[in-house]
């Protein structure tokens, strides 16, 4: 058995820098080891959870059970098509490394994904989107282990049942993703429409998609804090889906709100804005605080325990609630001590 660390230090290992001790930690390079690990999670009836890079978790000070961290690597272009390739990434390639190295190969399609932190392995999870775009668009397949039947087994994209930061893959702990397979096209149907893009390319004659993403960076890198430089997870609430006879009155009420009209019944709102209209940006208490250049973005300026981190929301949760009686929900994905 590929060795388990007892009590191993997770503080670096998640973006929110919330500091976390892992009962049990394994780092899976291969996928060999996964019969190995499922014997360990049978016998010693361990709850467990997949570590990619950790930047969409609330990690616990002490998690009792196996944290698997996913190392498999590589890439591979399985099918070459005239207008499209298949390509193969293994769960732990780093995805903005993935990215880069698709358009350096001319194979488009995740330019307006760039710089996202974390791995190929987690993209699927929440259906990873950013500038107009989402992962679900270019997946063709995912392959995951069941942990509960030691099989393999290839999930179709309709089969991931991808929405608005969801899939099927939330719903099932048991499978762990080892890679995942993308189509993408050898001509680039850029998707520069998003506001910020288009001001950001004006000068750029004959766009290409490397010009998309290095404008994508930029506007990123101004806009987002550094994770290696303070603790954070992106955005850490989702944007609310609400129903249109909700969304009129406060419409009225706030006419600089922005409002997304999905459809005929219902429109995204900008969990960003309603609490910047608090006046919340910038705001600080003890080592918590909202960044001061995006209110969608709370920030862990030391190392806080996810107990203060989830107080600190909370707080922010019922400020919103008051004001426009709209529930915000946390993004990341919140890991209890004991699974
Ligand atoms: C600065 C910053 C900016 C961000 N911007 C965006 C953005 O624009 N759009 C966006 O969608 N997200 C964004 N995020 C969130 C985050 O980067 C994504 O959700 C990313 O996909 C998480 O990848 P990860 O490898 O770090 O996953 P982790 O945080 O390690 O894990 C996240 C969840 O996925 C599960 N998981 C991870 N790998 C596997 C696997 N192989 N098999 C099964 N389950 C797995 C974990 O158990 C956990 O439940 C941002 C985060 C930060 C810090």
């Not at 060795?3 to 394994?26: D, E, G, P």
């Not at 996202?116 to 259906?127: C, K, L, M």
């Not at 101004?222 to 430089?229: E, F, G, I, T, Y």
């Not at 009420?253 to 309603?274: E, F, T």
Request: charged residues 20%; aromatic residues 10%; proline residues 4%.
């Amino acid at each position: 058995m590929q060795i388990i660390l007892k009590n191993h230090s997770l503080n670096n290992l998640n973006t929110l820098r919330c500091r976390s001790v892992a009962a049990n930690f394994i780092e899976l390079t291969d996928i060999d080891l996964l019969s190995e690990v499922s014997d360990f999670i049978e016998k010693t009836n361990s709850k467990f959870f997949v570590l990619g890079g950790g930047s969409n978790l609330i990690l616990p000070e002490k998690y009792d059970g196996l944290v698997i961290y996913n190392k498999l690597s590589g890439i591979d272009c399985i099918e070459e098509h005239s207008e499209y390739v298949l390509i193969k990434a293994m769960a732990g390639v780093i995805w903005d490394e993935f990215v880069a190295y698709t358009i350096n190969k001319g194979w488009f399609g995740l330019e307006n994904l760039s710089l996202i932190p974390g791995t190929v392995g987690a993209s699927p999870i929440q259906n990873i989107g950013a500038y107009g775009a989402e992962v679900a668009d270019f997946i063709e397949y995912v392959e995951v282990y069941d942990i509960q039947t030691n099989t393999v087994k290839q999930i179709n994209n309709a089969g991931c049942n991808f929405s608005y930061r969801n899939s099927i893959f939330k719903l099932r702990p048991n499978y762990i993703v080892i890679a995942v397979t993308f189509r993408l096209l050898k001509d680039a149907i850029l998707n520069y429409k998003y506001a910020d893009l288009s001001k950001c390319l004006t000068d750029i004659t004959n766009l290409t998609a490397l010009d998309l993403r290095n404008c994508i960076i930029k506007i990123r890198q101004a806009k987002l804090p550094d994770p290696n430089q303070i603790g954070n997870v992106g955005s850490f609430f989702h944007n609310p889906i609400l129903n249109n006879a909700k969304v009129n009155p406060l419409k009225l009420a706030y006419p600089g709100m922005p409002v997304y009209i999905l459809d005929d019944d219902n429109s995204k709102v900008s969990a960003g804005w309603l609490i910047d209209n608090l006046g919340l940006k910038g705001f600080r208490q003890n080592n918590l605080g909202v960044y001061p250049k995006q209110a969608l973005v709370l920030v862990n300026y030391d190392s806080s325990t996810q107990t203060e981190v989830l107080e600190f929301a909370r707080m922010i949760q019922d400020k919103v609630k008051a004001k426009y009686g709209i529930s915000l929900n946390i993004e990341p994905i919140i890991i209890s001590k004991g699974g």
